[in-house]
């Protein structure tokens, strides 16, 4: 193609494809404007207004202490709701011209769009699955998990995975659990163990703020998880250094009964919070809910982001 005739949209599509399909990394340098002019058959007038147009929306940045150049933003910094679906829009703006121009019709125009973008996501689908060792976990962290990415996410018990490992790494693409399980989970997977990332909990603010109305210094802990137990321990020595806590196991029964005679309070996970009662008699003051960090969510949607843009790449050829 005429130099003259490579415009500077037709340069800021191609870069864009590159960055959907990750020839382009977030982070990565961009080429200079020589070296894209030359591969492109453009001048660096018009190169280096692509590079304008794409900073101006938030795609690519300077490079920072003032070097000449460019690089890739992270995705997250995109504001999409800012200049960035702007550009989008005109887009789509020239797709409707074209198809006016072809005469076709408003409807057929309409149905071709819906269908593309439906096709579109459809191939961009990520099939994720939550599995913790109890079912209250699973589906409260799940369903959580589901509103914060707006995806479906079937919610499962270890159990369920561990009876069909292979079979459930074919069936989804991302296999989420909690770091308590990550190494169970990653070992039973087996070669399907990139399909899986772990996540970060943290007690709710709840929870917390409970806790920080007990008034008296000896504070018991109960927990199903030895993991658990050690954790809830740490944390509230952080909060309340100057207390007694005590923490065991819900499967050391005579340790069990024994903190639930001698400790003030009773801190109790909700995995184990009515077998406590049954077994000492005692209703605890406070039961301990958990949810997912807000770093293992942003995670996650990183990794959700990679395996959309990896089946899509077909769409989106580097030009």
């Known amino acids: 193609m005429p130099k ?6 037709e340069i800021q599509q191609a870069i864009i494809n590159r960055i959907m399909s990750r020839q382009y990394e977030s982070g990565d340098r961009l080429p200079s404007v020589r070296d894209l002019a030359e591969e492109l058959g453009s001048n660096r007038n018009t190169v280096n207004k692509a590079y304008q147009m794409l900073a101006d929306i938030g795609v690519i940045a300077s490079l920072p202490g003032g070097r000449k150049g460019f690089l890739v933003k992270e995705i997250a910094e995109t504001q999409p709701q800012g200049e960035f679906s702007v550009y989008f829009y005109q887009q789509a703006v ?3 011209w074209q198809a006016l121009a072809a005469g076709l019709t408003a409807e057929d125009t309409l149905e071709h769009l819906t269908n593309a973008v439906a096709d579109v996501f459809e191939l961009g689908s990520v099939r994720i ?6 079912a209250h976990d699973s589906t409260e962290m799940g369903h959580y998990l589901s509103r914060t990415l707006d995806m479906d996410v079937h919610c499962g018990v270890l159990d369920e995975l561990n009876a069909d490992p292979a079979g459930i790494a074919e069936d989804y693409d991302l296999i989420v659990t909690t770091f308590h399980h990550l190494a169970e989970v990653v070992e039973q997977v087996g070669r399907g163990r990139d399909h899986v990332v772990g996540i970060d909990t943290r007690i709710t603010p709840e929870t917390m703020l409970k806790i920080a109305r007990l008034p008296k210094p000896n504070m018991g802990i109960v927990a199903t998880l030895q993991t658990t137990t050690h954790m809830l321990k740490h944390m509230l020595y952080s909060y309340y250094p100057d207390r007694s806590i005590q ?3 819900i499967t ?14 009773l801190v109790v996970t909700h995995t184990c919070a009515d077998q406590v009662t049954q077994l000492t008699g005692r209703t605890p003051d406070v039961v301990v809910n958990f949810q997912i960090d807000e770093q293992s969510i942003q995670f996650v949607s990183r990794r959700v982001h990679e395996i959309q843009t990896h089946k899509t790449a077909a769409l989106h050829p580097a030009t």
């Open 94 to 96: 020239k797709l409707v």
């Open 129 to 134: 699955a939550f599995y913790e060792c109890n």
């Open 252 to 265: 050391d029964l005579d340790a069990v009964v024994a903190a639930a005679r001698t400790c003030d309070h």
């Open 247 to 249: 923490a065991v196991t």
């Open 4 to 9: 003259d005739l490579v415009t500077a949209e």
